[in-house]
């Protein structure tokens, strides 16, 4: 090789060695990448968890291995509530997270998993794939350097576990409750006090009387977390979190290094996941309610008229006044408004209408 030539080659390489010695995550090495994904949960935790290791298996797997994500657990790389801000600088590539524990940040956010009043998993799926939720999703996250997916949702939630009975509204008052997001403060507005904790930390909050209740889930985490041990009163429906979508969110420069084909597989891996969660939500928290209700002498509970219709609202006014924070906020708020107006008609004469036939049918 000529001395000239070689002094180009070696300045090229020079130049993309310290291209990629600055991109700090991910690391990159003959051709392989290896992603950070920190997450909110627990190592292993149902659904949620597993969930998450399961988009990163399934990455890893679609590229055999020429992206690998290795996945850490609430608390092992980052504080469970500080992966937003880990992967927004760079310290890590990707959360899986609820997209409502970012409210702080901005609280937009809240739409993008759960709202009270708001979407069920089919709707909110609708919502974002085909009816301009998804390109709003991309214009919030993008202000702090994020591109977010769904992937993952737990469907319908329970209204939580409670030390006492809540025959009406004057009995939420005083009550410390642990629920993030806008649900927590339309507890607020009714007189409790609403109290955000991850998830490794509820059980001993409730045991030692830190908190009086608290939502989660559903049946099958529920049971997994043992809330049964401390109080047997279980509501349901809850109002807060109808269809709670769950995101895998990426560092906006990792996702734009990507080429188009290596996005469009880590799309459909997040795509997969959360229609795959979904469904095994759903398998699973009916096994586990039977559970509940049977083996540990849990007392179901439906609350009254009355308290759902004072949840409903408080909620609205919660919505309206999230959506008057800003420009974004409001054309956010917006389209979510408009698309459950319309979605409303349809699922309750489809999906809603079908049951209550089938259960008349079925029982007869």
């Known amino acids: 090789m000529k001395r000239r030539d070689f002094l180009k080659s070696a300045a090229t390489g020079a130049v ?97 998993t759960a709202v009270p009043f708001g979407l069920t998993a089919n709707e909110m799926d609708a919502w974002i794939n085909h009816a301009g939720g998804q390109e709003l999703w991309d214009e919030l996250s993008g202000q702090f350097n994020l591109k977010a997916f769904p992937c993952g949702n737990t469907g319908v939630q329970m209204g939580g576990w409670f030390n006492k009975e809540i025959n009406s509204v004057e009995d939420l008052k005083g009550l410390k409750m642990r629920m993030p997001g806008l649900g927590g403060e339309v507890l607020r507005r009714l007189g409790a006090t609403a109290v955000t904790l991850p998830g490794g930390e509820i059980f001993p909050s409730l045991q030692s009387g830190a908190i009086d209740a608290t939502e989660w889930v559903g049946p099958w985490n529920d049971l997994a977390f043992g809330f049964y041990k401390v109080t047997k009163f279980y509501y349901h429906p809850g109002f807060h979190e109808p269809g709670s979508t769950l995101a895998v969110g990426i560092n906006k420069d990792v996702w734009e290094s990507f080429s188009a084909s290596d996005q469009e597989l880590i799309r459909a891996c997040a795509l997969a996941e959360n229609n795959y969660s979904w469904a095994e939500f759903n398998a699973k928290n009916a096994d586990s309610l039977d559970t509940l209700l049977t083996r540990h002498g849990v007392q179901l509970r439906e609350f009254s008229d009355d308290v759902y219709e004072a949840f409903g609202k408080a909620s609205q006014e919660v919505l309206e006044e999230t959506a008057a924070t800003d420009d974004i906020s409001k054309r956010v708020y917006d389209s979510f408004a408009e698309f459950r107006r319309k979605s409303m008609g349809w699922s309750e004469l489809a999906d809603a209408g079908y049951m209550r036939k089938r259960k008349q049918v079925l029982s007869s």
């Not at 949960?41 to 690998?68: C, E, Y």
């Not at 890590?92 to 997209?99: C, K």
């Open 16 to 112: 993309a060695a310290a291209g990629a010695s600055a991109l700090a995550a991910p690391a990159i090495a003959q051709g392989k990448r290896e992603l950070k994904l920190v997450t909110t949960w627990p190592k292993g935790f149902p659904g949620l968890g597993t969930g998450a290791q399961r988009f990163a298996d399934s990455v890893t797997k679609a590229t055999d291995g020429r992206i690998t994500v290795k996945l850490y657990a609430a608390g092992e790389l980052v504080p469970p509530f500080e992966s937003f801000d880990a992967v927004s600088q760079g310290n890590a590539d990707m959360y899986h997270a609820a997209e409502y524990y970012w409210q702080g940040k901005h609280k937009a956010f809240n739409f993008f």
